[in-house]
């Protein structure tokens, strides 16, 4: 299941793109909730609730992965600031889609919540907590090529 | 006529309350994760700032950690969602 790193991914971003492909793994069972409460504008919001959750992992590990590059003290402003544009874009993005006739306030929310804490507990499995690999764990060697 | 209006005034009332609710319930539940997640990256930056050789392996759980303090703020968001007239 593991994703293999290249030596240029900073860790967060790794991780950030490891959530992203378990969402899009996982994205069919929200998908059918969200056209079992509410039809097409189900399906449409638990998909827009998705691609949020994506998003904001994203727009966080690239916030961290340019902040540290500068300094550790840019590392902490950035990362309270990010959290406070990352919220604030959310807001935005309900704020203009939620009186579209397909906007499912149901779904989205479910989608939402469930999608981003069941990802994290998902991906704290796949984490590599070592000095050597940092961020995603690496894939087992494969023993194909392997000769006694 | 005037039961109509005052029905009306009322009725917008609970609207504009409803609104401020939740945009006061949005921000009182974006202060903890704040805290939490100030508290995550300080300590993070002084584990880095102590061995700088540990740094990627800080990173990993500093970005975790964010990301699951950030959890609570969603809550929060939720039921601004929710709340919204």
Known sequence: ?148 | MLNVLAETATGEMLEGLKAIGAGLGYGLAAIGPGIGIGTVVGNAISSMARQPESAGMVRTTMFLGIAFTEALALIGFVVFILLLP
């Open chain 1, 1 to 148: 299941m593991s994703a293999t790193p290249t030596s240029l991914d900073a860790p967060e971003v790794s991780i950030a793109r490891d959530l992203a492909r378990r969402a899009l793994i996982i994205s069919p069972i929200f998908l059918l909730i969200g056209v079992a409460i509410d039809g097409v504008g189900g399906l449409i919001s638990s998909g827009l609730a998705l691609a949020l959750v994506a998003f904001n992992f994203f727009l966080g590990a690239k916030i961290i992965s340019r902040a540290i590059a500068i300094s550790l003290n840019t590392l902490y402003g950035a990362v309270l600031f990010g959290y406070l544009i990352r919220l604030g874009l959310m807001a935005v993005a309900v704020l203009i889609v939620r009186n579209a006739d397909w906007f499912a306030t149901v779904p989205f929310a479910i989608t939402l919540l469930i999608t981003h804490l069941g990802l994290l507990i998902w991906e704290t499995k796949h984490v590599s907590l070592s000095l050597a690999f940092p961020g995603v764990m690496p894939a087992k060697p494969s023993t194909d090529n392997f000769q006694e």
